[in-house]
C-alpha cells in the first residue's frame, strides 16, 4: 500500500515547492540556470518538442562526459499557452 503521508499534510494536498502554476511563470532563462545547475551544459533550449542531447558536467558521485559523450537529455514541449521541460 502506498503511503499518502507525503502527498496529504495537515493542510491538504502537499505541492512540490519547485512546481510552477500558470500565472506563476519562470522565464526561458530560468529554466536554462536550473538545468544548468543540475549538471548540463545547455546554451539555449531546443523547442522542436524532440528529445535533445546534451553533455554534462561532473558532480556528487557523478562522472563528467568525455569529449563527444552526451549523457545528459531533456525534452521540451509546448501545447497552447503551457510548457512542459523533462
Given at each position: 500500500?502506498?503511503?499518502?503521508?507525503?502527498?496529504?499534510?495537515?493542510?491538504?494536498?502537499?505541492?512540490?515547492?519547485?512546481?510552477?502554476?500558470?500565472?506563476?511563470?519562470?522565464?526561458?532563462?530560468?529554466?536554462?540556470?536550473?538545468?544548468?545547475?543540475?549538471?548540463?551544459?545547455?546554451?539555449?533550449?531546443?523547442?522542436?518538442?524532440?528529445?535533445?542531447?546534451?553533455?554534462?558536467?561532473a558532480g556528487a558521485g557523478v562522472r563528467p562526459d568525455k569529449h563527444g559523450?552526451?549523457?545528459?537529455?531533456?525534452?521540451?514541449?509546448?501545447t497552447g499557452d503551457y510548457q512542459n521541460c523533462v
Amino acid at each position: 500500500m502506498v503511503d499518502l503521508r507525503k502527498y496529504v499534510g495537515e493542510e491538504g494536498i502537499v505541492i512540490d515547492e519547485n512546481f510552477q502554476f500558470r500565472g506563476q511563470k519562470k522565464s526561458i532563462d530560468s529554466l536554462i540556470n536550473e538545468m544548468t545547475d543540475d549538471g548540463l551544459f545547455i546554451d539555449y533550449i531546443n523547442t522542436t518538442g524532440e528529445l535533445v542531447r546534451v553533455p554534462v558536467r561532473a558532480g556528487a558521485g557523478v562522472r563528467p562526459d568525455k569529449h563527444g559523450e552526451r549523457s545528459g537529455w531533456y525534452v521540451f514541449n509546448e501545447t497552447g499557452d503551457y510548457q512542459n521541460c523533462v
